[in-house]
């Protein structure tokens, strides 16, 4: 078990070496209006990989993961889908490869789940396709896997908070992309329905082969279901590599201000952070 | 190449696939009911209009002069007289009912409408401007030039610009929208009230009669070129339908989804104020219609936005139904602007009451 180890935290991942960069950020700087978020990050997701991005509130990592879903455009550097600059490519075409789940996304009201997951197909759809047989078979697959066709015809704003998710995730698989970027996909749900999310997210990965990166708060949650870890603190990337190699009480302290035991997750063997006390 | 028509296997009930070849379609049977039914509501609700009055005709025989088959004085009576009002009214309230749709969607609130977000007042503005002043100033002798109609097509071109200008940034979001709406509309009002208290008695009546909205002596000069607009904007609004319905979603969903947010929203507003613009410009504000219609249409239809068919084609009904109702009903011929507000609102307020969707959108 290395989860107790205190080898420093490494900016050249390992786990990264192996596979194709298909998203990178280079030299990004972000900023809204005149505050500056992130400064100078770079950044590599390689094929099949599942990546969790770290950090306390306000560190600058939903800010980061949205400019790498093109949502939000770096006033310095760039990001690359695929080797290729992201802002100068058809949004269109980024979101046949490329899909997002914004924090807490907002579903119009009256619309059915099945609905949700349909839209999903838009950017493969155009004005003479509307609704090709694809579409109709990749829409009730996603129902099915996300274990959402029993709900199809319920309207999103009544379902629970963890139904709510699958929905949406079920969506983001509708759109059939190899890339998916989720921003804090467990935010307002109770534990059980965390771990219902994250499973999905890990099958998501490990059986349809997808590329994920996710914004997380939960360390524990993190350490468990991504193969690596990126820990910001103010803008700035801290630590990258193995859950084992990030999650140290170094790393704790200096990035969260927290005094903590790192402890095997008994369950996962993954490192568990048990917190003792807040620093400073 | 043969059309199929296929349920869908494990989804969406009340659908039909429609495909040919490459080509497809989801047909939403509600989607095409509504509007058949409306249109059959809207060509009665018309004859009986144009049939009523001094010299009432009977419902087939409107019917049969529509299609060219009419005789001598029927002819004169029905295309000349009659039919140009009910078609000006169809055709305005048809803009309306798509121009709400399309701003309620985009803004994702049922409260955007041309009359909430100023457009109507600007027009109004240019309108009241033009009747009060054409008699006076230099300025007014110009806008007097212009007509009536033009001026209002001016005010609410310029105003739902300048809508556009000030609530832009980095894109359009829809409570900003509303909110710049809702200070235009403010200076809008105020504007109006202080030309009316200027003005001599008999201008400011004719200015109120043409702000409440009417279509009294409305002729082929208004119906013409308001039907070469709708010709050429509705298909517009329908065709930015794919669209609206991804623009109906959060900024970054509608951008996940390969949507050009800029674009698309660029477009669906200025289409929506220039439905606006050549509905007002023919027959003064006539209010409610744009705000009531979309929300009536989408409990009708059922679904997560306006439909933009329906709304336009029950915008059309209510509108020739409140004419026709001021025109018969009432010991007096009121302006039509006042009903639809009368018939539109209790009929929200029904449909509000009985279903269990909320107020928003």
Redesign the interface.
């Known amino acids: 078990m290395t989860s107790t180890s205190t080898e420093p935290a490494v900016r050249h991942d390992p786990v990264a070496a192996p596979g194709r960069v298909r998203l990178a950020a280079e030299h990004v700087r972000l900023a809204y209006d005149e505050r500056v978020v992130v400064h100078d990050l770079d950044l590599e997701l390689t094929d099949g990989s599942f990546t969790a991005i770290v950090g306390p509130n306000g560190c600058g990592k939903s800010t980061l993961l949205?400019a790498l879903?093109?949502?939000l455009r770096p006033s310095g550097g760039q990001v690359l889908l695929d080797g290729r600059a992201i802002a100068r490519t058809p949004?269109?075409?980024?979101?046949?490869v490329l899909?997002?789940?914004?924090q807490s996304?907002?579903?119009?009201?009256?619309?059915?789940v099945?609905?949700l997951v349909?839209?999903?197909r838009?950017?493969h759809?155009s004005?003479?396709?509307?609704?090709?047989?694809d579409?109709?078979t990749v829409?009730?697959e996603a129902?099915?896997w996300t274990d959402m066709?029993g709900l199809?015809?319920r309207p999103v704003d009544e379902l629970s908070g963890g139904q709510r998710q699958r929905a949406w995730i079920s969506m983001a698989l509708a759109?059939g992309t190899d890339l998916l970027l989720l921003d804090e996909p467990t935010t307002y749900l109770d534990l059980a329905h965390q771990i219902d999310v994250l499973e999905l997210v890990g099958r998501l990965h490990a059986e349809r082969g997808r590329t994920v990166a996710v914004v997380l708060h939960d360390l524990n949650l993190a350490a468990r279901y991504a193969q690596r870890l990126v820990a910001m603190k103010d803008g700035v990337l801290v630590a990258s590599g193995t859950p084992a190699q990030v999650l140290t009480e170094e790393l704790l302290a200096d990035v969260f201000d927290l005094e903590a035991r790192i402890v095997p997750d008994p369950v996962a063997g993954t490192p568990m952070v048990v917190p003792v006390r807040r620093l400073r | 190449m043969t059309a199929t028509l296929e349920r869908?296997?494990?989804?969406?009930?009340g659908r039909t696939?429609i495909?040919l070849g490459?080509?497809?379609?989801?047909l939403r049977w509600r989607h095409l009911l509504v509007p058949l039914v409306t249109l059959v509501v809207l060509v009665l609700v018309s004859a009986v209009s144009i049939g009523r009055g001094d010299f009432p005709i009977a419902i087939p025989d409107v019917l049969r002069t529509l299609v060219g088959l009419g005789e001598g004085p029927q002819n004169f009576i029905v295309l000349q007289l009659r039919a140009p009002r009910v078609i000006v009214g169809l055709l305005v309230g048809l803009a309306l009912g798509v121009a709400g749709a399309l701003f309620q969607t985009f803004a994702?609130n049922p409260l955007a409408s041309p009359d909430t977000l100023g457009i109507t007042i600007g027009a109004s503005v240019g309108a009241v401007a033009a009747l009060v002043l054409s008699g006076g100033s230099s300025v007014g002798a110009v806008l007097g030039g212009f007509g009536v109609p033009l001026a209002a097509l001016c005010g609410a071109l310029v105003t739902g610009v300048l809508l556009f200008v000030l609530a832009w940034r980095a894109g359009v979001d829809g409570y900003r929208l509303v909110l710049v709406g809702i200070a235009l509309w403010s200076v809008g009002s105020a504007l109006v009230d202080w030309l009316l208290t200027n003005a001599q008695v008999y201008d400011a009546a004719a200015a109120y009669v043409w702000i409440t909205g009417s279509l009294n002596a409305r002729t082929w000069d208004q119906a013409v070129p308001l039907a070469i607009a709708l010709a050429v904007l509705v298909p517009l609004a329908l065709?930015a339908g794919?669209a609206l319905?991804?623009l109906?979603?959060?900024d970054?969903?509608a951008?996940?989804?390969?949507?050009?947010l800029a674009g698309a929203q660029t477009a669906v507003v200025l289409l929506a104020v220039a439905l606006t613009a050549a509905a007002v410009s023919a027959a003064g504000p006539i209010t409610f219609v744009a705000l009531v219609v979309p929300q009536v249409a989408?409990r009708l239809t059922?679904?997560?936005?306006p439909p933009l068919l329906a709304s336009g084609l029950i915008g059309a009904v209510l509108v020739v139904s409140a004419d026709l109702v001021t025109r018969t009903a009432l010991p007096e011929a009121l302006p039509v602007g006042i009903l639809t507000a009368v018939i539109g609102a209790p009929y929200l307020l029904w449909l509000l009451v009985r279903g269990r969707?909320?107020s928003?959108?």
């Open positions: 949205r879903g093109r949502l949004t269109r075409e980024v979101a046949r899909g997002l789940l914004p996304p907002i579903a119009p009201e009256g619309l059915t099945a609905d349909a839209r999903g838009h950017p759809q004005w003479l396709r509307q609704w090709s047989r579409d109709e829409v009730a129902l099915e066709a199809a015809e759109q | 869908p296997v494990s989804g969406p009930r696939a495909r490459s080509a497809s379609v989801l994702r065709a794919r319905s991804v109906q979603f959060g970054d969903t951008r996940g989804l390969g949507l050009r989408v059922g679904g997560s936005r969707r909320r928003t959108l």
